[in-house]
């Protein structure tokens, strides 16, 4: 914009409500203002609109107008308008949903309107976490039904770690689902002495500690599983098969059966493998994978 | 027990020629009737809480289709070899993990009037395999007895049964609606069974049903009666404590029963598929039982991990043999792992399983 300035000089007036000789407000050309001033220029161009004829509202709708015509918007930035177009301009919720969503790109639909509005009221961290694209809106969806409480909790969490789209979703679906069966509520569960730990740790990368953390709440809204998980992979451990040899259980140990899977490029290679099964079979491990307690 | 006192009556024209239909008005006398075309055209509050609205309208109409079906039993290695016969779609008793409220979508409570056609398709389908054993069913899309004050359709199978000689029927209830069935000629062929769960179970999740020492006074009279008596432990549901509540409610209907006249007790562990989880989360939020540990199995549903499960039914089983040695006791919906693991006997297949549990029941 500088550059354009000073090679052409200003081309569109900034937008200015005239309240009177020593009260003027700009509603649009921030930018172009602020870079005037930096070339020092002492005079702009500016179309003054009648504080008489134009309300803070109407003001509001040319400034946006103004804006979306020659660049996108952030998505905190769509939030914010669409919550001064709702609060302050009073526009009905179906207006903006049919007149207004389009114009950033969104969706025709309620509930995209229900997420945006959601997100400007939100806690700020958490908003800021959306922003830098740690969180998802599918995310910001679930946690605009949060208390603002748990809200901050959660942000606090999400500024020490990292968590794919998918593992914010197991999080996610964890914690509440922990917070109504212990009935402690998600700050007390996500303030917990393991999870605050992890947090902590310097030795862990922040998709790290994600990870971490997933485990510790799948761990404590399943225990029964977690723990059959762990019986069973110390009972491989104990076969001592080679890498190559994968024993996988059925899913969720619904069956006891197992599949032992291999691949070999020798008729060697495979007699090694065989010879290894031959001796994990002799020993009691194996019979312990087939005991789910 | 809450009675079903409906709102509104919607019947359809073709249902006005029905018996059933005038025995209905007469019993719900005073309670307005509208005349319809078409059942399925939209009504008033088809919007709302749909399930919620079973409790506040009835509709008659006639049974288009084969009444007679055989039970899904779905993902089960070893099925009991059941069928059912649905006069009815919905229940007023809205217990909160009940199926029908994520399988059905029909605002009101839906009585079939056509109960002829019922019984003829049910005799020739039986008369065409005489050397076929039925045991057949009325509770799966409605309780068998929780409107039968009402409907009185007990008065028409029972004895419809009796003349049967392949067949028998099994009114599966959670109420004590059973004044019809005195008196009535059942000629051994009709077992009357009691869905039941622990005393917490029954107050917190089946709330609108009778207590558990009522059905079990019901059962007891029945047995009174010269009926056979079932009980179906179903679901179990996992909660601490559970063990101390399942024992009480076993020993009471047990040990209130001649075991003799026992058919048969069924054991299932709480499933539901992940949508009807989120129904009962939605409707009922003071429920606990969406909060157990589920992983999911045959066809997405949900059970308790398989190691849960085991620990329930063997134990539920032992309570059982205790209280009633020699009782007949199967699994609803499980695998044969699971059979293997909980059960000192496992049939080998469904037929083994029918075959033991037509041996309770079959006349000599």
Not at chain 2, 50 to 66: M, P
């Amino acid at each position: 914009m500088l550059q354009s300035l000073q090679k052409i000089g200003q081309l569109n007036p900034v937008l200015l409500l005239n309240g009177g000789p020593e009260r003027k407000t700009i509603v649009a050309g921030f930018r172009r203002l602020w870079a005037l001033r930096g070339m020092g220029e002492r005079c702009a161009l500016a179309r003054l609109l009648p504080k008489q004829q134009y309300s803070i509202a109407d003001a509001f709708r040319l400034a946006l107008w103004d804006n979306l015509s020659h660049r996108q918007f952030k998505p905190l930035e769509i939030a914010r308008a669409l919550s001064i177009l709702r609060g302050i301009c009073g526009i009905p919720l179906d207006v903006l949903v049919r007149d207004y969503l389009h114009l950033f790109g969104l969706a025709e639909h309620k509930n995209i309107l229900h997420t945006y509005l959601e997100l400007d009221r939100m806690d700020g961290g958490l908003r800021s976490c959306f922003g830098d694209g740690r969180l998802t809106l599918a995310s910001i969806e679930r946690l605009a039904e949060m208390r603002p409480e748990d809200q901050f909790a959660f942000a606090a969490l999400m500024n020490e770690i990292r968590l794919s789209a998918s593992l914010q979703r197991e999080v996610l679906d964890l914690v509440l689902e922990l917070a109504e069966l212990e009935e402690n509520g998600i700050n007390a569960l996500l303030n917990s002495p393991e999870i605050i730990f992890i947090q902590k740790d310097a030795g862990l990368s922040p998709f790290q500690k994600g990870q971490k953390i997933h485990e510790v709440l799948f761990r404590q809204r399943n225990p029964r599983l977690s723990r059959a998980r762990r019986q069973f992979e110390d009972g491989k451990s104990k076969l001592a098969l080679p890498g190559s040899i994968r024993v996988v259980p059925d899913p969720f140990f619904e069956t006891p059966r197992l599949r032992i899977e291999f691949e070999a490029s020798s008729a060697g290679s495979i007699r090694e493998l065989a010879e290894a099964l031959h001796q994990a079979s002799a020993g009691p491990a194996l019979d312990a994978l087939f005991e789910l307690k | 027990m809450t009675l079903f006192h409906p709102e509104l009556v919607l019947v359809q024209r073709d249902s006005l020629q029905d018996e059933l239909t005038r025995e209905i008005f007469d019993r719900l006398h005073g309670i307005p009737v509208k005349t319809v075309e078409d059942i399925n055209a939209p009504i008033p509050e088809q919007n709302t809480d749909s399930h919620g609205a079973a409790t506040r309208r009835l509709i008659l109409t006639r049974f288009r289709g084969s009444f007679m079906k055989k039970c899904p039993g779905s993902g089960a290695d070893i099925c009991c070899n059941y069928f059912v016969i649905n006069f009815a779609l919905n229940c007023h008793l809205e217990c909160s993990y009940c199926v029908l409220q994520s399988y059905l979508d029909n605002p009101a409570l839906i009585i079939f009037t056509n109960v002829q056609d019922l019984m003829n398709e049910v005799r020739e389908k039986l008369i065409a395999e005489p050397y076929k054993f039925f045991r057949i069913g009325t509770g799966e899309m409605a309780d068998s007895l929780a409107t039968d004050d009402i409907t009185g359709y007990s008065r028409r199978l029972v004895p419809f049964f009796a003349a049967l000689p392949n067949g028998i029927l099994e009114l599966k209830t959670k109420s004590n609606q059973i004044a019809n069935l005195r008196d009535l000629k059942h000629g051994g062929h009709t077992v009357v069974s009691w869905s039941l769960n622990s005393r917490p179970i029954c107050r917190s999740e089946e709330a609108k049903s009778v207590s558990l020492e009522e059905r079990v006074a019901a059962a007891r009279k029945c047995q009174e009666w010269g009926y056979k008596i079932g009980f179906h432990f179903d679901p179990l549901i996992y909660y601490p404590g559970w063990e101390v509540d399942y024992k009480e409610a076993v020993k009471l209907a047990l040990g209130s029963v001649d075991p003799e006249a026992v058919a048969w007790v069924s054991l299932g562990a709480l499933r539901f598929t992940p949508h009807l989880r989120e129904m009962v989360r939605r409707r009922f939020p003071k429920s606990r039982i969406p909060y157990g540990e589920f992983v999911p199995g045959h066809h997405g549903k949900l059970r308790y991990f398989r190691p849960i499960r085991e620990e329930m039914y063997s134990r539920m089983r032992a309570w059982i043999q205790e209280a009633a040695p020699g009782v007949l006791v199967y699994y609803c919906m499980e695998n044969r792992t699971v059979w293997e693991r909980s059960s000192p006997s496992v049939p080998r297949d469904t037929f083994d399983l029918s075959d033991r549990l037509d041996s309770r029941v079959r006349p000599d």
